[in-house]
Each structure stands twice: as C-alpha cells, then as structure tokens.
C-alpha cells in the first residue's frame, strides 16, 4: 500500500501579532480521510493555525497547501470555490445573530446552491438533528446557551457535507453525555462521508476517541506527531504533562511566590 | 520641534493610510454593487433601517431649522421692509445647503454609528470570519447592500427634509409674521430653480458614500472587544461628519463658481 496523500501540508508557516511570535516555522501534514488531533496549551496558536488553514489569516513566512495548492496564491474567487470544501466550527461559534438558526445552518444552501426551499429546509432540519437540535430553527442564537451554540455552529459546518472539516474545541462547554455524542458524530462523519478533519481540543477524552493521529503543539510548533498510542507513550516530557494534565513539569516551571518573597512586596 | 514635526508626519502617514483603505473599500462596494445577485431582502431592511427609520428625527429638525431660518431672516428683512423674501430666504437655504447637509449629519450620527457598531460586533464575535468560511466576501454581503441603502434613502429623505423644513418656515410666516398663505407659496417656488434642488442633491449622494464607507470601514477593522466597538463608532460618527462638512464646503465653493 502506498502512503496516504497527504490533503493538507503547512509548511514552515510562521506568524506574528504585534512583534509576538505564534507560529514558529510550524509544519505539519494532514492525510485524506484522517482525523487528526492537535491538542496544545491555551493561547499556543491553536486557533490561529486553523484560521491559516482556511484562509482567513496569511502567514509572514511559508506556506499552506491544500491538495498541493498554495492557498495564499489563490485569487479570491478560487479561494472561494476551496472554502466550499471546507466545513468550519469556530470556538465561540461565530453564528450570526442577526439571522435565525435555521438561516445560520443552510446559510451555505442558501447563498451557494440552487436546492429548493424545500430541500434546504430538510438539509437544515436533518444538520440539526446530527448534533442532537430538533425544531429549533426559528430561534435567534441569542436565545440559546452556549453548548447549543456551539452544536448550531457544528450544524452549520457539517451541512454542505464539506470535505474537509475544521473543527475548534467541539466538546469544550458541553455536559459529558453531549460531548461524547458529538465525539461519535466526528467518528461517524470520518468512518462514512470520509472527510478530512482537523480537530483543536484540550480535552484528551475527546482525543483519544477521535483521533486518527494526535499532533502536540508547543511555542509555535509541534514538537510531536504520531498515534494516539504513539503519543500515550511518548518520552517527551512536555507531551507527558500535557496528556496527564500535571500541573508540575517542563511546561510550568514558573513557581507561585508569596507577597514576601517578591521584591518590595512585604506587608508591612 | 523634532519630536512634534516627527507626530505631524505620523499623523499624515494615518491619514494616507486612512484614505486607502476607504477608497479600496469603496472601489470593492462599487465592484460587488454592480455584481449580481441583487439581494431585494437585505437591501430593503437596510433601506427601512436608515431611510424609514430615520423620518422622525429628520422632521423634527428640519421644520425646527425651518422656524429658525424664518425667525432669523425676518430680524434682518423687517428692518428692510422684505418680509415677502423671507419665503425664498427659507426656499433656497434650505434646499441648497441646510436641508442636505442637516440631514446627512443626523443619518451620519444615528445610522454611521449603528452600521459601524454592528460590523464592529460581527467582527469582535468573528462573524466576519466566518462569513469569509462560508465563501462569502464580507463586502458583498455586508457593505453592498448598506451602501444602496443609504445612497437611495439620503437623497428622498433629503428632499422630504427640505419639504418640512419650508414648511416650518410657512408656519412662522403666515401665523407669525402676517404672510399671506398664497404669497408664501408663491415666493417660496419663484426664485426655486431645479438647479439649486439638483446641487443640494448631488452633495446628498457624496454624503451618503461618506458615512456608509467611513462607517463600514470602520466597523470592519474593529480589535479589541467592547471597548474597541466603542471608539470605533465614535470615530465612524466623529469621521462622518468632518468629512461630510468639509466637502459641502469643498461643492458650495464649487458650484458657486461654476453654475
Ligand atoms: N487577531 C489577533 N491579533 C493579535 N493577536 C492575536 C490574534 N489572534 C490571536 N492572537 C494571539 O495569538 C495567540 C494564540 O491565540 P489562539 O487563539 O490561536 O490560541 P489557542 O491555542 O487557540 O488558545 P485556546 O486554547 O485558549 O483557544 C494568543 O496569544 C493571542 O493573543
Ligand atoms: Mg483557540
């Protein structure tokens, strides 16, 4: 068997804000039809990485292939006709609240195909039922809680049965019971439409049930890639304390001081 | 000196870097204008939004400049014995300069401010963002149907704002200062060229690109959360109207030479 394609490559991509280095020559690849995982510390760049992927943010140096095409090169209506392929969940949702959910959801359907009325309104109801949401399509998103939200914004992704699916903290704010449903849905989505995922998350629950591979990010690179049971037994310390979740280690070597020992800090 | 000359071409720098980005932005609203589809629903909540919604304050105003254009004139035209031009006084004031100007500046506090407040959320929440994800630019879907919104609405609720505020002037001159109804109507058309309708107009239209592009410009490049969604409509509002007043200074100059 030959090795899989490779459907996403970034290649050294460095980026920063304000004179701030996030991304740190960071190269990573994403096989068709796999899930990978990137789990890394708050703040690391995690989302900033997947806005690269899609589009929206450019790198200073390197470059983001998908399917061998330099995304950054397109023009915009070529980078258009990509993000059609491509299903984005956003951490805070991102829906927009001028528009109802059912809007939201078929937003895609609407603006980008001709479906009917009809089969756009059964497309919605059935995203909707995916993530576990019937009949709420009248509803503004200012009406919904936070975990609905974010399942909304799943829906709304997942509805143009995209190729390729960018999702950023699916289960964070969710009950248990929800996050593993959406865990199985990520699974399923893998298992039967066969799309190529890209999944952020700190909750390695989530990780090790979704993931094809995992990806450790680290001061703006990944510092290991493999499966989960590659990573479960990695040697690298700052890997071991991220995936057991110490909160002593390599990663944290900053010790809490008391107001006495701080300088010019005493009481009185 | 070094110091404060090194702040002035800073200042100038942002206010080069200011016009660009307008101007590029104004060059992608005329491009996706024109680009269809046509989205009859968008365009018609835009144009209830700032149009319709906008009458209101646009009556109040215009007739209370109409009253005090009236008043002020007759101080002068009693003295005279011209009470009879009062009426024109009032006419071509209002049309040619008071009635666009006056309304633009209220559509530039009232609908600038909510543009850029609204983009400027959308673009804090990351909206804007996934718009762009949905494959759908940012200014077609937003900037595009305000900008046809405002540019038809300014120009019929400057011309409604230029009725009410003659009517103002009719109110204090046939109850107030003795003008007979007819003669005011008479005086008020005479001296009333479509010319002066036609400049007041075309003023009308700068002014409607100018808080829409300020506004949405505005909006768009909002950092920082609230705060940054406050000083950013502030500044549409503030933008808006210099700019607004500066260039009906720039045309009256103009057409005061030219027609
Ligand atoms: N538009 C921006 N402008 C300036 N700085 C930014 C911007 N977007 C992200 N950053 C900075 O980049 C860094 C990485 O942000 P990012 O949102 O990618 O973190 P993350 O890994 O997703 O964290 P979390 O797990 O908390 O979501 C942060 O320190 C943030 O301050
Ligand atoms: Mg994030």
Same mark, same amino acid.
């Given at each position: 068997?030959?090795?899989?394609?490779?459907? !996403?490559? /970034?290649?050294? =991509?460095?980026?920063?804000?304000?004179?701030?280095?996030? @991304? %740190? +020559? &960071?190269? $990573?690849?994403?096989?068709?039809?796999?899930?990978?995982?990137?789990?890394?510390?708050?703040?690391?760049?995690?989302?900033?990485?997947?806005?690269?992927?899609?589009?929206?943010?450019?790198?200073?140096?390197?470059? !983001?292939? /998908?399917?061998? =095409?330099?995304?950054?090169?397109?023009?915009?209506?070529? @980078? %258009? +006709? &990509?993000? $059609?392929?491509?299903?984005?969940?956003?951490?805070?949702?991102?829906?927009?609240?001028?528009?109802?959910?059912?809007?939201?959801?078929?937003?895609?359907?609407?603006?980008?195909?001709?479906?009917?009325?009809?089969? !756009?309104?059964?497309?919605?109801?059935?995203?909707?039922?995916?993530?576990?949401?019937?009949?709420? +399509?009248?509803?503004?998103?200012?009406?919904?809680?936070?975990?609905?939200?974010?399942?909304?914004?799943?829906?709304?992704?997942?509805?143009?049965?995209?190729?390729?699916?960018?999702?950023?903290?699916?289960?964070?704010?969710?009950?248990?019971?929800?996050?593993?449903?959406?865990?199985?849905?990520?699974?399923?989505?893998?298992?039967?439409?066969?799309?190529?995922?890209?999944?952020?998350?700190?909750?390695?629950?989530?990780?090790?049930?979704?993931?094809?591979?995992?990806?450790?990010?680290?001061?703006?690179?990944?510092?290991?890639?493999?499966?989960?049971?590659?990573?479960?037994?990695?040697?690298?310390?700052?890997?071991?304390?991220?995936?057991?979740?110490?909160?002593?280690?390599?990663?944290?070597?900053?010790?809490?001081?008391?107001?006495?020992?701080?300088?010019?800090?005493?009481?009185? | 000196?070094?110091?404060?000359?090194?702040?002035?071409?800073?200042?100038?720098?942002?206010?080069?870097?200011?016009?660009?980005?307008?101007?590029?932005?104004?060059?992608?609203?005329?491009?996706?204008?024109?680009?269809?589809?046509?989205?009859?629903?968008?365009?018609?909540?835009?144009?209830?939004?700032?149009?319709?919604?906008?009458?209101?304050?646009?009556?109040?105003?215009?007739?209370?400049?109409?009253?005090?254009?009236?008043?002020?004139?007759?101080?002068?035209?009693?003295?005279?014995?011209?009470?009879?031009?009062?009426?024109?006084?009032?006419?071509?004031?209002?049309?040619?300069?008071?009635?666009?100007?006056?309304?633009?500046?209220?559509?530039?506090?009232?609908?600038?401010?909510?543009?850029?407040?609204?983009?400027?959320?959308?673009?804090?929440?990351?909206?804007?963002?996934?718009?762009?994800?949905?494959?759908?630019?940012?200014?077609?879907?937003?900037?595009?149907?305000?900008?046809?919104?405002?540019?038809?609405?300014?120009?019929?609720?400057?011309?409604?704002?230029?009725?009410?505020?003659?009517?103002?002037?009719?109110?204090?001159?046939?109850?107030?200062?003795?003008?007979?109804?007819?003669?005011?109507?008479?005086?008020?058309?005479?001296?009333?060229?479509?010319?002066?309708?036609?400049?007041?107009?075309?003023?009308?239209?700068?002014?409607?690109?100018?808080?829409?592009?300020?506004?949405?410009?505005?909006?768009?490049?909002?950092?920082?959360?609230?705060?940054?969604?406050?000083?950013?409509?502030?500044?549409?509002?503030?933008?808006?109207?210099?700019?607004?007043?500066?260039?009906?200074?720039?045309?009256?100059?103009?057409?005061?030479?030219?027609?």
């Amino acid at each position: 068997m030959e090795t899989p394609a490779d459907m !996403i490559e /970034v290649k050294k =991509v460095a980026k920063s804000f304000r004179g701030r280095l996030v @991304l %740190n +020559q &960071l190269d $990573l690849k994403v096989h068709k039809g796999e899930t990978l995982v990137v789990i890394g510390r708050s703040g690391c760049g995690k989302s900033v990485l997947l806005k690269h992927i899609i589009g929206i943010l450019k790198p200073d140096q390197g470059e !983001i292939l /998908v399917e061998g =095409v330099n995304v950054a090169a397109l023009s915009s209506k070529q @980078l %258009n +006709q &990509l993000r $059609l392929r491509f299903g984005m969940l956003f951490q805070g949702s991102a829906l927009f609240d001028s528009m109802t959910v059912g809007e939201n959801v078929g937003f895609n359907l609407i603006e980008h195909t001709t479906l009917s009325e009809r089969a !756009i309104h059964e497309r919605i109801e059935e995203s909707l039922e995916l993530v576990g949401l019937k009949g709420i +399509q009248e509803l503004k998103p200012s009406e919904l809680s936070g975990g609905m939200k974010k399942r909304v914004g799943l829906a709304r992704a997942i509805c143009m049965r995209p190729e390729i699916l960018l999702y950023d903290e699916p289960t964070t704010g969710l009950d248990p019971i929800m996050a593993d449903a959406i865990n199985e849905l990520i699974v399923e989505l893998h298992d039967k439409l066969k799309v190529t995922s890209i999944a952020v998350t700190h909750d390695m629950i989530s990780a090790y049930k979704v993931a094809s591979r995992i990806a450790m990010m680290y001061q703006g690179k990944i510092i290991q890639a493999g499966t989960p049971d590659q990573i479960r037994n990695a040697s690298n310390p700052i890997v071991q304390q991220f995936i057991t979740g110490s909160a002593s280690g390599p990663m944290t070597d900053i010790q809490v001081k008391s107001l006495e020992e701080t300088e010019g800090g005493s009481k009185s | 000196m070094k110091p404060s000359l090194e702040k002035l071409g800073h200042t100038a720098v942002n206010a080069v870097v200011y016009a660009g980005g307008v101007s590029t932005l104004f060059m992608q609203t005329l491009f996706w204008v024109a680009a269809p589809p046509f989205r009859a629903r968008q365009v018609l909540d835009q144009m209830i939004k700032t149009g319709v919604n906008s009458a209101p304050i646009s009556t109040l105003t215009s007739f209370f400049i109409g009253v005090v254009i009236a008043f002020q004139s007759a101080y002068q035209m009693q003295k005279v014995g011209g009470e009879m031009y009062i009426p024109s006084l009032v006419s071509i004031s209002v049309t040619r300069e008071i009635g666009p100007l006056l309304t633009a500046l209220v559509v530039a506090g009232r609908v600038g401010a909510s543009i850029a407040a609204e983009l400027g959320s959308m673009k804090v929440t990351e909206q804007i963002d996934a718009l762009e994800t949905l494959a759908t630019h940012p200014v077609k879907y937003l900037v595009a149907p305000r900008f046809i919104a405002l540019f038809t609405m300014l120009p019929l609720l400057t011309i409604y704002a230029d009725c009410v505020g003659i009517l103002g002037g009719y109110v204090v001159s046939v109850y107030k200062l003795g003008l007979t109804s007819s003669l005011y109507i008479r005086m008020t058309f005479e001296p009333l060229v479509l010319k002066d309708i036609f400049t007041g107009l075309f003023k009308t239209l700068v002014f409607a690109s100018i808080i829409c592009m300020v506004s949405c410009y505005e909006g768009m490049k909002v950092e920082g959360g609230a705060e940054g969604v406050g000083s950013a409509t502030t500044k549409a509002v503030v933008t808006s109207i210099i700019l607004i007043i500066a260039s009906d200074a720039f045309f009256t100059v103009i057409f005061y030479f030219v027609t």
